[in-house]
């Protein structure tokens, strides 16, 4: 994900311990993880809103064009009833 070497993570502790002191550092490292799960969550929150609103998107396709479900399902027959010869006596043909 971030791509960090040992020799980078050692950098980041040493300025970490240098800067925020020994004694601060774990209540700065319990900050900054509640920070990334709420980013986490936001964003989580904002790809399921996205999704929705596609699933929704595409279900108001079908309700505003009933000749487009028709034909997507048409074809849908056709390329079943080509592949196997087994079916062909199934469905009616048009």
């Given at each position: 994900m971030l791509d960090l070497?040992?020799?980078e993570l050692f950098l980041i502790s040493l300025v970490a311990i240098i800067v925020v002191s020994p004694k601060d550092l774990p209540a700065l490292?319990?900050?900054i993880t509640k920070w990334f799960k709420t980013i986490k969550s936001i964003v989580w929150t904002f790809q399921d809103s996205l999704e929705e609103i596609a699933r929704e998107t595409e279900l108001?396709?079908?309700?505003?064009?009933p000749k487009y479900?028709?034909?997507?399902?048409d074809g849908q027959v056709l390329?079943?009833?080509k592949a196997d010869p087994a079916?062909?006596?199934?469905?009616p043909d048009n």
């Amino acid at each position: 994900m971030l791509d960090l070497g040992w020799q980078e993570l050692f950098l980041i502790s040493l300025v970490a311990i240098i800067v925020v002191s020994p004694k601060d550092l774990p209540a700065l490292i319990r900050s900054i993880t509640k920070w990334f799960k709420t980013i986490k969550s936001i964003v989580w929150t904002f790809q399921d809103s996205l999704e929705e609103i596609a699933r929704e998107t595409e279900l108001q396709k079908f309700r505003d064009e009933p000749k487009y479900f028709i034909e997507k399902s048409d074809g849908q027959v056709l390329v079943n009833k080509k592949a196997d010869p087994a079916n062909r006596n199934i469905l009616p043909d048009n």
